[in-house]
């Protein structure tokens, strides 16, 4: 019989046992630090109905989708979970409490081309806060420091959160006389910092026929080195929406320190635009501080009517999306990852010296009860190869049962990370156990390295 030979889809990750929990270990870090902030735990189905994941879908979006027919129903696979929210809260709405916070972090596939860092099937980790009829401004505000938190908690401390206000941009739109084709440059600026100045200038005065003067007037206004707060100044006065969105900065701004996010870790950048017309108040995107060229890690904003393809209640909301299989690719990539996090499958090995495997299953019992996590080598295979399977998978501890440790009551443990050998009682290495282990499970995922050029 010929043999398949065995391979990966192309933007499909999988992962080596060390990578899977330092992957898994991230993603409790983010479901603690969500937590923290009172978001309840959701897990919406794979695959919906065609017009639901379609409903807001239209050309490169409805493209990226992946659909199938089983019987006479249509169906789609989720390409974001964001649809599926509106879905939810509109088909539960009487029976959820507002404003609703909610946090999920699952697979979504993407029918698109698999680039270096850019998959087909990915983890996403969301959050959203819903209101019903309106939702207050510090909500907004309160969104920097969820992010913060989540970064700092898997160990990432060189991130700079970058916001804006949709509101700022839409009224300097209107006050530079665009108002009809602010959408199309909207989504022009946001291209900003890939393209370059001139770049864009070229798309606004060629393609979208802007004047020269509003053409510079965007660049100028975009690209100013001035305290941002200086640059609305000057534009304040002129237009009610523009002057909407300049306070609500501000608010937004005065807030940051009490939720507490450092002034080193965000930025008030009225360049930024993201693109989505979906939009409408605050937006968010955060980068690396020694890796800018990758992109944004965690992007998102605050729109005024989640749920409107499906009930004519109004729904706004504000929320965050961080790509966890991307950002994970980047982190590894770029060597973030911390080698000394415990990824081992266990804490302790015991390696039985006898026939009599009796002893070796009350001990492994016993010391689960304290919580560590135990394996017995069973195997018919020599003492080295015993030792070196701990070895190889990280084990920090192994524990040595003979005769002579039957007999008398003892156990030996060899500290596989020092080398250092003791015996004594069960209960006393026990407690010693979980002391060290202790320490190693409280390492975070991520190491900082500062890039050098």
Known sequence: MNKIKPRTLSGFMELLPPGQVCFDAMVRKLQDSFSLYG????????????????????????????TLRKGDNDLA???????????????????????????????????????????????????DIIGDGGLDIMNEAEIPSVIYRCFTSMGLERFIIHMNNRKVLNGFFEIIGIKTSAPDVMRS????????????????????????????????FTTSKENPFDILNKYKGKNETFDFGADELELLRKHLEGFG????????DVSLARGLDYYTGTVYETYLTDFPEVGA????????????????RKMPGVGISIGMSRLFFILQDQGLLNDVFLTAPADVLIIPMTQELTHAVKLATSMREFGLRVQIFSESKKFKAKVS???????????????DEINKG???????????????????????ICDKVKTLREGAPIKEIQKVD
């Open 39 to 66: 978001f309840t735990p959701l897990d919406t189905p794979l695959m919906e109905t065609a017009e639901i994941l379609l409903a807001k879908g239209g050309g490169e979006t409805e493209k990226q989708i992946y």
């Open 77 to 127: 696979i989720r390409y974001e979970l964001t649809a599926s929210l509106a879905k939810y809260v509109a088909l539960y709405y009487n029976d959820l409490t507002f404003p609703f916070r909610r946090y999920e972090i699952n697979k979504v596939y993407r029918g698109e081309r698999a680039q270096r860092g850019r998959f087909r099937e990915f983890y996403q980790a969301d959050i």
């Open 189 to 220: 600026v946001d291209k900003l910092s890939k393209i370059g100045a001139d770049k864009l200038r070229m798309i606004l005065t060629d393609d979208l026929n802007l004047s020269e003067t509003q053409a510079d007037e965007i660049i100028n």
């Open 261 to 268: 996010v450092p002034e080193t870790h965000y930025k008030i």
């Open 297 to 312: 890690i965690c992007s998102g904003g605050r729109y005024d009517n989640l749920a409107e393809y499906y009930t004519d």
């Open 389 to 403: 399977y701990a070895d190889k998978l990280g084990i920090p501890f192994t524990v040595f049962l003979g005769e």
């Open 410 to 432: 003892l156990i030996t443990v060899k500290d596989m990370m020092s080398g250092e050998q003791t015996t004594a009682s069960a209960g006393i290495l026990t407690a010693g």
